[in-house]
Antibody, heavy 117, light 108 residues
Framework: EVQLLESGGDLVQPGGSLRLSCAASGFTFSNYAMSWVRQAPGKGLEWVSLITSGGDYTYYADSVKGRFTISRDNSKNTLYLQMNSLRAEDTAIYYC??????????WGQGTLVTVSS | EIVLTQSPGTLSLSPGESAALSCRASQSVSSTYLAWYQQKPGQAPRLLIYGTSSRATGIPDRFTGSGSGTDFTLTISRLEPEDFAMYYCQQYGSSKWTFGQGTKVEIK
């Protein structure tokens, strides 16, 4: 059974940093690209970032480019999102998701990031 | 960046009725790269349809995806109580993934 378990969400002040993790199990993690998708309270889904299976290529939404860094450790079956220079508008539930063709077939339960003073 | 516009914003229907959800793209989307998701309150999204018309694992055949170019549709026939939820379309293009703003299917 595929499982994705996010952690690291917290309350952080504007301008602060946070690192999210996503522990994967139930599939060969190193064979799949992985992504982060977020959802602000009461709002829709917003794609944030994607990393290819080997970690060679990374892609970002314009809203986070230059502030967020996606990475992975295939030896630990873990995906990461380093978030710097956080803003109030980054407040959201952050989901990690497994890429299937060009869609996302498995999602974690999400971790809440709140940016507020 | 391709913008996806979903309509209607809310669909009020009764169980047993059929629902047609629209997703319109600001420019042409490859049929391979259009997907639909269902999300219920407090839950993560669930993939329903990928590649415009392929059902994901375990998705019942009352969910049907269709369309091409800039116009795509998710049809839900014979609505079951568990189908009342939020639905999002999603596309991939030019190394970006974008979602529509969602359509809420609510019980009338």
């Amino acid at each position: 059974e595929v499982q994705l378990l996010e952690s690291g969400g917290d309350l952080v002040q504007p301008g602060g940093s946070l690192r999210l993790s996503c522990a994967a199990s139930g599939f060969t993690f190193s064979n799949y690209a992985m992504s982060w998708v977020r959802q602000a309270p009461g709002k829709g889904l917003e794609w944030v970032s994607l990393i290819t299976s080997g970690g060679d290529y990374t892609y970002y939404a314009d809203s986070v480019k230059g502030r967020f860094t996606i990475s992975r450790d295939n030896s630990k079956n873990t995906l990461y999102l380093q978030m710097n220079s956080l803003r109030a508008e980054d407040t959201a539930i952050y989901y990690c998701a497994k890429l299937h063709v060009s869609s996302f077939d498995y999602w974690g339960q999400g971790t809440l990031v709140t940016v507020s003073s | 960046e391709i913008v996806l516009t979903q309509s209607p914003g809310t669909l009020s229907l009764s169980p047993g009725e059929s629902a047609a959800l629209s997703c319109r793209a600001s420019q042409s989307v490859s049929s391979t790269y259009l997907a639909w998701y269902q999300q219920k309150p407090g839950q993560a999204p669930r993939l329903l349809i990928y590649g415009t018309s392929s059902r994901a694992t375990g998705i019942p055949d009352r969910f049907t995806g269709s369309g091409s170019g800039t116009d795509f549709t998710l049809t839900i026939s014979r609505l079951e109580p568990e189908d009342f939820a939020m639905y999002y379309c999603q596309q991939y293009g030019s190394s970006k993934w974008t979602f529509g703003q969602g359509t809420k299917v609510e019980i009338k």
